[in-house]
């Protein structure tokens, strides 16, 4: 893992290196976002290198000569840490720092390390040690070699390095194996919270989207609640709800999500599974991309591409462009009119200065009506909860006491919730 400089006024320099086979510029994004994530390291980002490369090489991935022209920029510009943007296999990471005799990661190590420093919560915590635990175990090879090189050994005779490397092994896989029963603990405590939440007669909503998008600041907007948002990548690691009032007496239950981003580490995907299926078990989803941003379009595939691995891209998905107040007035009408050619349904909206709120919860009140179910039911005297619900959970559209003292209600609810109505249904 990255180490720090011992004095914080010494940062650690950092040359961000992106490979690709077409066009240099065409990952100069990519290498933006890699120097963000470095600079949210407390690294000093030297000017990102972008590498023409014909085909993928099993030493370097990159050939012998481009290695060491890379090596011999990072020497000249005194580079302390080479980081690259594509992920690279154990044996290349110790190639590299052995030609560039400096450190050497790629970026998911970059992710693992800001998980590791934004984790709050225990859940959040031992999930971040579980994926980094995965991410280092196939990493131990080589890095004891040196104490095989300083004892002999013949055929049948193992060196101190690979006794090494095999208790270190040992010791890891006990620790992951310790990580996964703990967060299987911790996430069985979860279940029952998600639950009992899944009980109430409340609409259930997930906001997701890409990292520094501003879905905590949305989600502060529409509640007015004080919700943590910081203007930093992956502020929030573990979900977060708050109930939202919407028109027609309506509202709704909305959880804010771990941010996605482009080459998620698969390790952190799967860590954080329990995390992510608040997108699963929601009536419907709040996309939310950055209008201001140029890679909106990428940054909409990622986060699609992530429901998809979960299996919620079938959802009901509403479409929001935030931080439509960073647009320069005069770039608007024609951003506006190519994301609209895009995504035709979306809503354009400023959790900053509260522009177009009104409309976005006007639509989510559409799609919590859609969740629901109308029916015509008699309830009998003692079940005035069930009244109560009815009003809470949705719209009522006819209520009248009849003789008996019953109750009849012409209503709509929430699929889920139909079970506390089932045995008085007309």
Same mark, same amino acid.
């Given at each position: 893992?990255?180490?720090?400089?011992?004095?914080?006024?010494?940062?650690?320099? =950092?040359?961000?290196?992106?490979?690709?086979?077409?066009?240099?510029?065409? !990952?100069?994004?990519?290498?933006?976002?890699?120097?963000?994530?470095?600079?949210?390291?407390?690294?000093?980002?030297?000017?990102? *290198?972008?590498?023409?490369?014909?085909?993928?090489?099993?030493?370097?991935?990159?050939?012998?000569?481009?290695?060491?022209?890379?090596?011999?920029?990072?020497?000249?510009?005194?580079?302390? %840490?080479?980081?690259?943007?594509?992920?690279?296999?154990?044996?290349?990471?110790?190639?590299?720092?052995?030609?560039?005799?400096?450190?050497? !990661?790629?970026?998911?190590?970059?992710?693992?390390?800001?998980?590791?420093?934004?984790?709050?919560?225990?859940? =959040?915590?031992?999930?971040?040690?579980?994926?980094?635990?995965?991410? /280092?175990?196939?990493? %131990?090879?080589?890095?004891?070699?040196?104490?095989?090189?300083?004892?002999?050994? @013949?055929?049948?005779?193992?060196?101190?390095?690979? /006794?090494? !490397?095999?208790?270190?092994?040992?010791?890891?896989?006990?620790?992951?194996?310790?990580?996964?029963?703990?967060?299987?603990?911790?996430?069985?405590?979860?279940?029952?919270?998600?639950?009992?939440?899944?009980?109430?007669?409340?609409?259930?909503?997930?906001?997701?989207?890409?990292?520094?998008?501003?879905?905590?600041?949305?989600?502060?907007?529409?509640?007015?609640?004080?919700?943590?948002?910081?203007?930093?990548?992956? =502020?929030?690691?573990?979900?977060?709800?708050?109930?939202?009032?919407?028109?027609?007496?309506?509202?709704?239950?909305?959880?804010?999500?771990?941010?996605?981003?482009?080459?998620?580490?698969?390790?952190?995907?799967?860590?954080?599974?329990?995390?992510?299926?608040?997108?699963?078990?929601?009536?419907? %989803?709040?996309?939310?991309? $950055?209008?201001?941003?140029?890679?909106?379009?990428?940054?909409?595939?990622?986060?699609?591409?992530?429901?998809?691995?979960?299996?919620?891209?079938?959802?009901? !998905?509403?479409?929001?462009?935030?931080?439509?107040?960073?647009?320069?007035?005069?770039?608007?009408?024609? *951003?506006?009119?190519?994301?609209?050619?895009?995504?035709?349904?979306? %809503?354009?909206?400023?959790?900053?200065?509260?522009?177009? *709120?009104?409309?976005?919860?006007?639509?989510?009140?559409?799609?919590?009506?859609?969740?629901?179910?109308?029916?015509?039911?008699?309830?009998?005297?003692?079940?005035?909860?069930?009244?109560?619900? =009815?009003?809470?959970? @949705?719209?009522? $559209? @006819?209520?009248?006491?009849?003789?008996?003292?019953?109750?009849?209600?012409?209503?709509?609810?929430?699929?889920?919730?139909?079970?506390?109505?089932?045995?008085?249904?007309?």
């Amino acid at each position: 893992m990255i180490e720090l400089a011992a004095d914080a006024a010494v940062k650690i320099r =950092a040359l961000p290196v992106g490979i690709t086979s077409g066009d240099p510029a065409e !990952i100069a994004g990519q290498l933006d976002e890699l120097a963000e994530l470095l600079v949210n390291l407390d690294v000093e980002v030297l000017e990102p *290198l972008a590498v023409h490369n014909r085909e993928n090489r099993p030493r370097y991935k990159v050939g012998s000569g481009k290695a060491e022209e890379i090596a011999r920029i990072a020497q000249e510009s005194e580079a302390e %840490l080479i980081v690259f943007d594509d992920p690279l296999t154990p044996s290349q990471q110790r190639n590299w720092e052995k030609l560039s005799q400096c450190k050497v !990661i790629d970026r998911e190590e970059v992710i693992l390390e800001i998980f590791a420093s934004r984790a709050q919560t225990r859940e =959040a915590v031992l999930q971040v040690q579980l994926a980094r635990a995965k991410y /280092m175990l196939p990493r %131990l090879t080589g890095a004891w070699h040196h104490l095989s090189r300083q004892r002999g050994g @013949g055929a049948t005779t193992r060196g101190q390095g690979e /006794m090494q !490397i095999e208790t270190d092994r040992r010791l890891l896989r006990d620790q992951v194996r310790q990580l996964e029963e703990e967060l299987a603990r911790v996430r069985r405590n979860r279940d029952t919270q998600r639950k009992a939440r899944m009980r109430r007669p409340v609409s259930q909503g997930a906001i997701v989207g890409y990292t520094h998008v501003g879905k905590s600041s949305l989600l502060a907007a529409l509640s007015g609640t004080e919700v943590a948002a910081k203007d930093q990548l992956f =502020a929030t690691l573990d979900p977060l709800a708050r109930k939202v009032a919407l028109p027609e007496h309506l509202e709704a239950v909305l959880t804010d999500t771990v941010g996605f981003i482009r080459k998620l580490p698969h390790t952190l995907v799967e860590a954080f599974k329990s995390t992510l299926e608040e997108s699963l078990i929601a009536d419907f %989803l709040v996309l939310v991309l $950055d209008a201001s941003s140029r890679d909106v379009d990428l940054e909409w595939e990622t986060t699609i591409g992530v429901l998809r691995e979960l299996g919620a891209d079938e959802k009901t !998905i509403l479409t929001v462009f935030n931080k439509c107040d960073k647009i320069p007035a005069e770039d608007k009408p024609c *951003l506006f009119a190519r994301l609209r050619g895009l995504f035709p349904d979306a %809503l354009f909206v400023s959790a900053e200065t509260g522009e177009n *709120l009104d409309a976005l919860r006007r639509k989510m009140a559409i799609l919590a009506a859609r969740s629901r179910k109308r029916l015509e039911a008699k309830l009998p005297p003692d079940r005035s909860d069930l009244v109560a619900i =009815a009003y809470q959970a @949705g719209q009522v $559209d @006819g209520c009248r006491y009849e003789e008996d003292g019953c109750c009849r209600l012409l209503f709509s609810v929430a699929e889920k919730h139909l079970h506390l109505f089932s045995e008085y249904l007309v």
